[in-house]
T-cell receptor, first 109, second 116 residues
Framework: GQNIDQPTEMTATEGAIVQINCTYQ??????LFWYQQHAGEAPTFLSY??LDGLEEKGRFSSFLSRSKGYSYLLLKELQMKDSASYLC??????????WGAGTKLIIKP | GAVVSQHPSRVICKSGTSVKIECRSL??????MFWYRQFPKQSLMLMAT?????????EQGVEKDKFLINHASLTLSTLTVTSAHPEDSSFYIC????????????FGPGTRLTVL
């Protein structure tokens, strides 16, 4: 079956760095997306990885290892507004996104 | 990035009534639109995939006669919740795929449905 595994909740301090890990199993693979979702709002796109390696975009970076079925999202210089849920969503062979429950990130001053 | 709108953003209705939610891609043509439902603190649940000009493909366990989907054009898809009941109260989110090389999905802002 298809499965996503992320920590349910993480806490970090403003200004620090946090890494949110994601392991996945899918039927086929067409890349992996990371989305941010604030409470009561729809997800917004953060990153897309289809090849192995690290993609950096400002304060956010995303890493993918296809052979390990593993990805992480790295957030630097954390700000209070980064408090949200972070959703790892691989795309299967039918180009459908597979969703887990996400990781709720709590930023403390 | 591409913009997707949803209307209404919030709706409160009485049990037994029907509610229509619109999803529009504003600056691109979406060959495929998706309808999701999300209950509090749970993951997004795909309800159906909608392709322009053809019948929607519903996920297992989603009643197609209760959740009517119409994708009449490349920029508009509608979801109608028929004979809504309190258990249908949820956050309904649509997304649209541009069909570019990334197959990225752009999400609408969501519709909060409350059935009394």
């Amino acid at each position: 079956g298809q499965n996503i595994d992320q920590p349910t909740e993480m806490t970090a301090t403003e200004g620090a760095i946090v890494q949110i890990n994601c392991t996945y199993q899918t039927s086929g693979f067409n890349g992996l997306f990371w989305y941010q979702q604030h409470a009561g709002e729809a997800p917004t796109f953060l990153s897309y990885n289809v090849l192995d390696g690290l993609e950096e975009k400002g304060r956010f970076s995303s890493f993918l290892s296809r052979s390990k079925g593993y990805s992480y999202l790295l957030l630097k210089e954390l700000q209070m507004k980064d408090s949200a849920s972070y959703l790892c969503a691989p795309m299967d062979s039918n180009y459908q996104l597979i969703w887990g429950a996400g990781t709720k990130l709590i930023i403390k001053p | 990035g591409a913009v997707v709108s949803q209307h209404p953003s919030r709706v409160i209705c009485k049990s037994g009534t029907s509610v229509k939610i619109e999803c529009r891609s504003l600056d691109f043509q979406a060959t495929t639109m998706f309808w999701y439902r999300q209950f509090p603190k749970q993951s997004l649940m795909l309800m159906a995939t909608s392709n322009e000009g053809s019948k929607a493909t519903y996920e297992q366990g989603v009643e197609k006669d209760k959740f009517l989907i119409n994708h009449a054009s490349l920029t508009l898809s509608t979801l109608t919740v028929t004979s809504a009941h309190p258990e249908d109260s949820s956050f309904y989110i649509c997304s649209a795929r541009t069909g570019d090389e990334y197959n990225e999905q752009f999400f609408g802002p969501g519709t909060r449905l409350t059935v009394l």
